[in-house]
């Protein structure tokens, strides 16, 4: 068995997802390996497929795309770079946005665009099953029965093996959960942004696994500023602090920070090893 100093991402813990996949809770978010906007292929095409492969190096085993970064570019080169797939290694994906153009994201829940947005992701990761498919938005547009009765379909057909849900609150968790078991959700969470924190609790009660998105946050100077001496109290950087944090503040977290770099992965990946202390916690106080 490698160190965690070579493979920093296990020194993160474990999390189960749906009883049977087991990944460490450091993981890769593959939305930057794409252009400008999350438009188009990356500037550096020899890198991205570098930091997918250099993800497994680390102890990284799961790695979160969607077919809209690019749109497809992220999966594509997920599996140009990876597949055959490592047993223990765990790829989902997302769908029901559109794109229109660099960061342009319009929801669509229809039934239709998720059964093309689901076959095109299995045609492009290569698999016959999406370990873990999730519901990138709630449309407000489509009566939520047609979505989530294509989910718990899709399922049912083999097509995919767990469900997650992204930007929802516990009352959209329960009513999905209706029609199929939520083993995951994927919400912006930050030390600086915690208004979903009645859904993190949530999680942790159903053992759900809370996946948080732009972990930095952003806007937030006095969240910056606290986050900034505890990074200078361990000669770290504010990024990998705000990973450390994120870590310590749940146990049903599961990070995923993105980067077209493989440095910046290292750096990323590192801030599992990171033990914050009680005095950091009095800058940074854990989540009530």
């Known amino acids: 068995m490698q160190s965690t ?5 296990t020194a993160s813990g474990t999390i189960t997802l749906g009883g049977d996949l087991t990944v460490n809770r450091l993981g890769y978010g593959a939305m930057r390996i794409t252009g400008e906007g999350i438009w ?14 250099r993800c497994l190096d680390l102890g990284i085993n799961f790695i979160d ?5 690019g749109p497809f570019i992220s999966e594509e ?5 990876l597949h055959p797939y490592a047993d223990d290694l765990v790829v989902a994906t997302k769908g029901a946005l559109l794109r229109t153009g660099p960061n342009q994201w319009p929801v669509d829940g229809s039934r239709k665009h998720l059964e093309e947005a689901l076959n095109g992701s299995l045609k492009r990761l290569k698999v016959e099953q999406i370990d873990l498919y999730q519901l990138h938005r709630f449309d407000d547009k489509v009566p939520s029965e047609e979505f989530l009765g294509f989910l718990k379909e899709a399922q049912q057909q083999g097509k995919i093996k767990h469900i997650g849900l992204s930007e929802v609150d516990v009352d959209q968790i329960k009513e999905a959960q209706q029609y199929f078991e939520v083993v995951s959700v994927q919400n912006m969470y930050s030390f600086g942004q915690q ?3 009645p859904t993190l609790k949530f999680c942790e009660e159903q053992n759900i696994a809370f996946i948080p998105w732009y ?3 952003g806007g937030d100077l006095s969240a910056e500023k606290a986050i900034h001496t505890v990074a200078q109290r361990h000669g770290a950087t504010d990024f990998q602090i705000a990973l450390a944090w994120l870590l310590a503040a749940s146990p049903v977290m599961l990070l995923i920070p993105g980067t077209s770099s ?9 801030a599992a090893t990171i033990k914050l202390t009680d005095e950091d916690f009095k ?3 854990l989540p009530q």
Do not use: F
């Open 5 to 9: 100093t070579e493979q920093p991402a």
């Open 40 to 53: 188009g292929p990356p500037k550096n095409r020899d890198e991205a497929l570098r930091v997918l492969k």
């Open 65 to 69: 795309t969607a077919d809209s970064y």
């Open 77 to 81: 080169l997920i599996a140009e770079a």
């Open 195 to 197: 208004k979903w924190n």
């Open 215 to 217: 972990p930095l946050g």
């Open 262 to 270: 493989v440095k910046h992965l290292e750096e990323n990946t590192a």
């Open 283 to 285: 800058d940074m106080p």
